[in-house]
């Protein structure tokens, strides 16, 4: 990888990370991700958000920093926007190269380097409206952006180039290779990183939608030239489509949403596979769109990010053991932790020698303020008046979503 200029004194420097780790343990990533630092250079040096020690980042970092004439040790101040340890896991190795450069970042994130770290010594805490000058006209300024999506969250401003430095927020999934910038991208490209970017919020960002909003508000008055986040694609061309595009995201946490139904179904040995398919003929009917995703077979990162920004839910699962499919209950555990509130939603399934998943999955998705139509659960495999009935709930659902 190389280093990329943005202005004459601001470079962006990443770091391609492809793994079959799971991103915070818990997401998959197989297309990557970028972990990407910034160098603001004066006559002081900052050094922009870390990486951590990840399929050789680190010694990624030192390379591109070199190819500039700038070794670690010529750093004079760290500035950590987020203290997640994909942006801070090598701090301590930088610490033992650097011990002279001040570490920068909110209270709360200065607490988490003395918890995460034991660090004591070169710490400084800034708020918003808080100012760093390195000289020759050039500053960086400080905007606290608490829960996007860590409560020490913050951002940073550079005047002198227009350029936001947003670590998490505004940022995606995906390697990058050797280009990094909005407009060395193809549409078919975008189109991919958009897609990723949804995963990446919906995984990471959408319990926080509130608080996105409220930083996007803080920000809105800046004239934004470049959004330079710590994941994925740097806007230099069409800033403002990244910053729409989280708003609108957002915005999917109390509506409005797309009005397509998002399907999620597991089945044993075929009775509710077989009913899901009467369903999904009156959706068809209807020519609304839908995704649709099988549990366990798919993983939910992928489930997760569609039924976010749909308006329906159907969720297709038999009674086991007297209970929810497995599965299926740990969707729905995510969709309450996530926040996928508020939607047009049915469940159908079938059982064996007695129902029960339907009192489980109520009590579950109650805390989701769903607007639910009346669950279909069926003995065995469906019969004709079953599908029928299957059929017209599918219809119903989705006109309950196109009139939403």
Excluded at 32 to 45: A, C, D, F, R
Excluded at 47 to 69: H, K, M
Excluded at 222 to 236: C, E, N, T
Excluded at 313 to 320: D, E, Q, R, S
Aim: charged letters at 25%; one cysteine or more; hydrophobic letters at 40%.
């Amino acid at each position: 990888m190389k280093i990329h200029p943005i202005t004459d004194k601001i470079f962006a420097l990443h770091a391609d990370v492809k793994s079959e780790d799971l991103f915070e343990g818990i997401w998959p990533i197989p297309y990557g991700v970028s972990l990407n630092s910034y160098l603001v250079k004066s006559e002081k040096i900052a050094l922009i958000d870390l990486v951590r020690d990840w399929v050789g980042a680190p010694g990624e970092l030192a390379g591109q920093l070199a190819s500039i004439g700038v070794g670690l040790d010529d750093i004079d101040y760290l500035i950590l926007n987020h203290l997640e340890p994909d942006h801070t896991g090598w701090l301590s190795d930088f610490r033992a190269i650097n011990p002279r450069a001040e570490i920068l970042a909110t209270q709360k994130g200065i607490d988490l380097v003395q918890s995460f770290y034991k660090l004591e010594d070169g710490l400084r805490p800034v708020k918003t409206g808080d100012r760093l000058d390195l000289g020759e006209g050039v500053a960086l300024d400080f905007f606290e952006a608490p829960n996007v999506h860590w409560p020490e969250t913050m951002m940073t401003w550079a005047a002198d180039g227009g350029v936001l430095f947003s670590c998490d927020a505004f940022g995606s999934y995906g390697v990058l290779g050797d280009r990094i910038f909005d407009d060395e991208f193809s549409a078919e490209e975008h189109a991919f990183f958009e897609s990723e970017s949804l995963r990446y919020y919906a995984n990471i960002v959408s319990s926080f939608g509130l608080f996105v909003k409220k930083a996007i508000d803080k920000v809105s008055a800046l004239d934004i030239k470049v959004v330079a986040p710590s994941h994925g694609i740097v806007w230099r061309t069409t800033p403002g489509d990244i910053i729409t595009r989280y708003a609108r995201y957002a915005g999917y946490l109390e509506g409005p949403r797309e009005k397509e139904i998002a399907i999620v179904w597991g089945s044993m040995y075929g009775s509710t596979e077989k009913g899901l398919a009467a369903v999904i003929e009156g959706i068809e009917e209807e020519g609304l769109p839908y995704s649709i995703h099988r549990v366990p077979n798919e993983d939910v990162s992928w489930v997760l990010a569609d039924a976010y920004k749909s308006e329906g839910i159907l969720v297709a699962m038999p009674t086991y053991e007297y209970k929810m499919f497995p599965p299926m209950a740990y969707v729905l555990d995510l969709f309450e932790r996530k926040h996928v509130w508020y939607r047009k939603a049915l469940r159908i399934g079938s059982y064996g020698w007695i129902g029960g998943a339907k009192k489980e999955y109520d009590n579950k998705i109650a805390p989701l303020k769903w607007e639910s139509l009346e669950s279909v659960e069926w003995a065995g495999a469906p019969d004709e008046d079953i599908l029928e009935l299957l059929y017209e709930r599918g219809k119903e659902l989705a006109i309950a979503v196109k009139n939403s």
